[in-house]
């Protein structure tokens, strides 16, 4: 098996995929950076000019939109919401637009897992650093918590006509659970614009495949293994995909510790915590989800990872969605239909048993 390992494994933030498996013909890429993460494109077919005014047109479609979507830009859309007043009209580019109506969308259908209004406190818990560094000297205190908690709601966020409106200063934006899931669905569109029949799309832990490899085959799909300090597997299994996208979300690459414990960046919009910190317990240390929209596929992934593997699999069922859950005690779930191969150092769980019924 050809694995394209050292090239994934050397991302910076995140690398929670890497490909396997490939035919002889594929075309690989460097990467370039956009949204703190490396887009890899791989084409698999023969007209290489189309390949390249795609790439082309990618590139300019994913630096554009960064430099409005991204929270960590001074000048970008989303900076300027943020820094809005209460009752400020901030107009928006029709992605941005997008972003926001998609993600109270997620809100609504994740019950509140999924948050976009969490700026505040990914800054308080050292996350929101734009050159990338995490972490903090000390805890916040539980009141710090509370107060930035109660502007962490996307009711206090109207839009209208292209624009947006919040209700208090202190509401804050960030679309980092659905940002890179949205442009890879832009970049599916692309390419399929240029007559692409078979690509693979890898942004940081997200994957978005357009068809089958060229021999007819399902694309393999690497997930990483959440404890592969601790097994020291690389990869948690392969998963055999076509046609659609899948997320990884994982509290492995982004946290730091302290006294022991593990702070992830992905938060808990009821507590205010890092999931499984405080009164967090989701116990879910990977959450993977297929979907045919990869923005849905990124913001179910987080979102699972909040709510905790029965709730995960309600939410999931609930929107005909499939995954995998990956919980802290080295047992794995799998909701729905997922070609799953290769596990080693995790148990299946079943979850009659797993929840006691
Ligand atoms: P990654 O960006 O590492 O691939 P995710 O897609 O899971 O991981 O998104 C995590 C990011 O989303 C965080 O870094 C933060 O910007 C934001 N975020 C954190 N918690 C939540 C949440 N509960 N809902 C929505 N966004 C969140
Ligand atoms: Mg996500």
């Given at each position: 098996m050809l694995k394209t390992l050292s090239s994934k494994i050397a991302l910076p933030l995140c690398a929670a995929m890497f490909f396997f498996a490939f035919s002889a013909c594929q075309v690989e890429d460097e990467g370039q950076f956009f949204l703190?993460?490396?887009?890899?494109?791989k084409f698999f077919g023969a007209n290489r000019e189309a390949e390249?005014?795609?790439?082309?047109?990618?590139?300019?479609?994913?630096?554009?939109?960064?430099?409005k979507a991204s929270a960590h830009l001074e000048d970008s859309e989303v900076s300027k919401f943020n820094k809005a007043k209460a009752g400020e009209r901030v107009?928006?580019?029709?992605?941005v637009y997008k972003l926001f109506e998609l993600s109270m969308e997620y809100y609504?259908?994740?019950?509140g897992a999924f948050n976009h209004c969490l700026y505040g406190l990914s800054k308080l818990w050292g996350f929101m650093e734009s050159?990338?560094?995490?972490?903090?000297?000390?805890?916040?205190?539980?009141?710090?918590?509370e107060?930035?908690?109660?502007?962490?709601?996307?009711?206090?966020?109207?839009?209208?006509?292209?624009?947006?409106?919040k209700f208090h200063d202190a509401v804050k934006v960030d679309f980092g659970a659905v940002a890179k899931g949205y442009a890879l669905d832009v970049c599916g569109q692309i390419a399929r614009s240029y007559g692409i029949k078979s690509a693979l799309f890898n942004m940081a832990g997200n994957v978005y495949a357009i068809g089958y490899k060229d021999d007819g085959a399902k694309f393999s799909i690497g997930i990483t293994d959440p404890r592969m300090i601790e097994t020291g597997e690389e990869i948690f299994a392969g998963v055999r995909l076509?046609?659609?996208?899948?997320?990884v979300s994982g509290d492995y690459e982004r946290y730091f510790l302290k006294g022991g414990i593990r702070y992830c960046h992905i938060i808990d919009p009821f507590t205010g915590w890092p999931v499984n910190t405080g009164n967090s317990v989701s116990g879910i240390i990977s959450a993977i989800v297929i979907s045919q929209n990869a923005a849905q596929a990124d913001?179910?992934?987080?979102?699972?990872?909040?709510?905790g593997p029965e709730e995960g699999k309600r939410l999931l069922e609930q929107n005909g969605l499939c995954g995998i859950i990956i919980t802290a005690d080295k047992k794995y779930y799998v909701v729905g239909d997922v070609e799953l191969f290769g596990v080693k150092n995790y148990e299946r769980a079943e979850w009659e048993a797993s929840f006691g019924r």
């Open positions: 703190n993460s490396r887009l890899e494109i390249r005014l795609c790439r082309q047109e990618i590139t300019r479609f994913l630096e554009e939109f960064e430099q107009q928006l580019s029709e992605r609504q259908k994740t019950g050159d990338g560094i995490y972490g903090i000297e000390e805890l916040p205190s539980q009141q710090q918590v107060q930035l908690l109660s502007y962490a709601d996307p009711s206090l966020i109207e839009l209208s006509d292209g624009a947006a409106v076509a046609d659609t996208s899948i997320s913001a179910f992934s987080t979102a699972v990872m909040v709510s």
